[in-house]
């Protein structure tokens, strides 16, 4: 894990810097971009909210993201990964998450009321959000899922990440002023977001896939609410039965992770003879 790595050590693969790294982001994205939302008058001046509150602390933090992922060895396997749908096993029904994902932010685009939001604020809230994407993806699904793998099961891979990433957002959510039983609601609908943009990037081996799928549900959600007196339009039925989807595939994807995590295992005893216990196939499942 200290392997040297263009003349530099590489920075060890630890679950509490990876720690470090996600909440630094989370102050910085919320708390720093609450804050210059505030110094702008965001409520009145949706543009410069955008840019103050949003471009500024997310954009620093995609740079500092990279600049670790460059630095500390880690970028190659941040970045991509062997692809679940054809591998061995070949598990291709998990292409369901992203295509589904995809699907319902397409539906989401068609409620957007166009003729009330201007070119400026379209162009702020498409960049900002994918922008958003790119950062909590790099950080959730490229540091934290790379530092717990070096010591953990693909499981505790998957549940750490995701409710990690529900977690994140509890900050924004209580400067918002909501009560705890929707906080703690949005949390786990969150948590199961994570899992399924957990399942895009290992269903393709590619983390720039939940990245921009991230971003385009975020621009899509934000532009709904762009005309100062739209409501929001009434979603078709067809957003609640892929959402039902989304959430019977959140829960499949876990059982097929939980399945391959006691495959690995078996693998493992069978390989040492019983007589190896330590690592990251077996540490997982008691961590």
Same mark, same amino acid.
């Given at each position: 894990? /200290?392997?040297?790595? #263009?003349?530099?050590?590489?920075?060890?693969?630890?679950?509490?810097?990876?720690?470090?790294?996600?909440?630094?982001?989370?102050?910085?994205?919320?708390?720093?971009?609450?804050?210059?939302?505030?110094?702008? #008058?965001?409520?009145?001046?949706?543009?410069?909210?955008?840019? @103050?509150?949003?471009?500024?602390?997310?954009?620093?933090?995609?740079?500092?993201?990279?600049?670790?992922?460059?630095?500390?060895?880690? =970028?190659?396997?941040? =970045?991509?990964?062997?692809?679940?749908?054809?591998?061995?096993?070949?598990?291709?029904? =998990?292409?369901?998450? !992203?295509?589904?994902?995809?699907?319902? /932010?397409?539906?989401?685009?068609?409620?957007?009321?166009?003729?009330? +939001?201007?070119?400026?604020?379209?162009?702020?809230?498409? *960049?900002? +959000?994918?922008?958003?994407?790119?950062?909590?993806?790099?950080?959730?699904?490229?540091?934290?899922?790379?530092?717990?793998?070096?010591?953990?099961?693909?499981?505790?891979?998957?549940?750490?990440?995701?409710?990690?990433?529900?977690?994140?957002?509890?900050?924004?959510?209580?400067? @918002?002023?909501? !009560?705890?039983?929707?906080?703690?609601? &949005?949390? @786990?609908?969150?948590?199961?977001?994570? +899992?399924?943009?957990?399942?895009?990037?290992?269903? $393709?081996?590619?983390? =720039?896939?939940?990245?921009?799928?991230?971003?385009?549900? #975020?621009?899509?959600?934000?532009? &709904?609410?762009?005309?100062?007196?739209?409501?929001?339009?009434?979603?078709?039925?067809?957003?609640?039965?892929?959402?039902?989807?989304? *959430?019977?595939?959140?829960? +499949?994807?876990?059982?097929?992770?939980?399945?391959?995590?006691?495959?690995?295992?078996?693998?493992?005893? /069978? /390989? $040492?003879?019983?007589?190896?216990?330590?690592?990251?196939?077996?540490?997982?499942?008691?961590?």
């Amino acid at each position: 894990m /200290t392997a040297p790595v #263009d003349g530099r050590r590489e920075v060890p693969r630890l679950f509490w810097i990876a720690l470090v790294a996600c909440v630094v982001y989370v102050l910085m994205a919320a708390g720093v971009g609450n804050l210059l939302s505030a110094v702008v #008058d965001g409520e009145n001046h949706p543009i410069a909210d955008w840019l @103050a509150g949003t471009w500024i602390p997310v954009g620093i933090m995609i740079v500092a993201g990279v600049f670790f992922a460059r630095r500390s060895g880690w =970028w190659s396997d941040i =970045w991509r990964e062997p692809a679940v749908a054809v591998g061995r096993p070949r598990r291709w029904w =998990w292409l369901a998450a !992203p295509v589904l994902s995809l699907v319902s /932010t397409v539906i989401l685009y068609s409620l957007v009321p166009w003729s009330e +939001a201007s070119v400026g604020i379209i162009v702020v809230v498409l *960049i900002g +959000a994918l922008g958003v994407g790119v950062g909590e993806e790099l950080f959730f699904r490229g540091i934290l899922v790379t530092a717990l793998r070096a010591h953990h099961s693909e499981f505790v891979v998957l549940i750490v990440s995701s409710v990690m990433f529900g977690l994140a957002h509890v900050v924004g959510f209580v400067i @918002a002023g909501l !009560p705890l039983g929707l906080v703690l609601f &949005q949390v @786990a609908f969150l948590s199961m977001d994570g +899992a399924l943009f957990y399942a895009a990037r290992r269903a $393709t081996g590619k983390l =720039w896939v939940p990245m921009l799928l991230h971003g385009l549900n #975020d621009a899509a959600l934000f532009l &709904q609410t762009a005309g100062r007196n739209h409501e929001g339009a009434e979603p078709p039925a067809t957003t609640g039965v892929i959402e039902i989807i989304l *959430i019977a595939l959140s829960v +499949a994807i876990a059982i097929s992770v939980a399945r391959e995590t006691l495959r690995s295992r078996r693998e493992r005893h /069978t /390989t $040492t003879g019983g007589g190896e216990t330590d690592g990251p196939a077996t540490r997982g499942m008691s961590g």
